[in-house]
């Protein structure tokens, strides 16, 4: 019987013979292993490993390796998932007017580049209902009223369990989520800032740009938090800027780096690629 691959992602306070003692672990219940990645935060103390594995002879099930596993990690003090690779992560998309990122994303998912089940778009308006209709991908309008944004995150939040959704994805949503659905989905909540965090947070980033005169402008791809456009880092991207750029060149380079760093940083949260350790991140990137 061939068996799907396992993606196996750990991390755990550092202490020597850490990978053989992982490995060694994956060896024992039959599992070859296929890529490994590995990285020690001599500062923290702290590592961290991402395994691709490959199921062979007497493999006792995924079942039983969860309880191996669980044990294992216990002792170790261990934060870990574990999944087949074949099993897709259930996404669905926020946006609310700005189309390119979901156009984007859309793109890459039905062309194979995002290993992703979408099970939907959300929008506060239904400017962007057509792009999804197109992929034939469900669109729900939930209206983010003035006064009332309360009742909105609620209906977005039993919509993304009805859907039972795993990762979802802030496509230029321009709305601040609220602190309960910030903690709900930490770790599982992507956004796309259109600045190179730290610089130039919150709103009219590239107004802020223009005006500072920048060389470099760019995106960045993190996870959601309470704190607004401060969470941990997945990816960014970079472009030159001129001095004779206007403003609406700016937002014409911004874009094209929104849509790459959004990409990027979803396609290595989907991979198991992604480790969040207090404010920062560790991406093993391919």
Request: aromatic content about 8%; charged content about 25%.
């Given at each position: ?47 961290f ?22 044990s ?18 259930r ?62 995150f ?11 959704t ?62 607004l456009?401060?969470g ?14 206007s ?6 380079l ?33």
């Amino acid at each position: 019987m061939n068996h799907p691959e396992i993606l196996l992602k750990l991390s755990c306070p550092d202490r020597v013979g850490l990978l053989a003692e992982v490995t060694g672990f994956c060896a024992a219940r039959s599992l070859n292993l296929l890529e490994a990645h590995q990285f020690t935060d001599n500062e923290a103390g702290w590592f961290f490993t991402r395994l691709r594995l490959q199921p062979v002879g007497g493999f006792a099930g995924m079942e039983t390796l969860r309880e191996d596993l669980a044990s294992c990690a216990s002792k170790l003090e261990a934060e870990w998932t574990l999944r087949e690779r074949t099993t897709r992560p259930r996404a669905a998309i926020l946006v609310s007017r700005e189309g390119h990122c979901l156009a984007d994303l859309l793109w890459r998912w039905r062309s194979g580049d995002l290993d992703m089940d979408l099970v939907g778009v959300i929008g506060n308006h239904r400017d962007l209902e057509p792009v999804a209709r197109r992929e034939g991908v469900p669109f729900v309008h939930l209206p983010m009223e003035p006064g009332d944004r309360a009742a909105a995150f609620a209906a977005i939040k039993r919509q993304l369990n009805e859907w039972r959704t795993e990762v979802a994805v802030l496509a230029r949503f321009m709305q601040i989520v609220p602190p309960d659905l910030c903690a709900r989905w930490a770790g599982r909540m992507i956004n796309i800032h259109h600045s190179f965090l730290p610089a130039f947070a919150g709103a009219q980033p590239y107004r802020q740009a223009h005006q500072r005169g920048v060389k470099l402008i760019g995106a960045t791809c993190h996870y959601v938090t309470a704190e607004l456009d401060a969470g941990p880092i997945i990816d960014q991207e970079v472009t030159r800027v001129e001095h004779f750029h206007s403003m609406p060149d700016l937002v014409r380079l911004g874009q094209d780096c929104e849509r790459l760093a959004l990409f990027r940083g979803l396609r290595y949260h989907l991979e198991e690629r992604v480790f969040v350790h207090g404010e920062r991140t560790v991406v093993f990137r391919d």
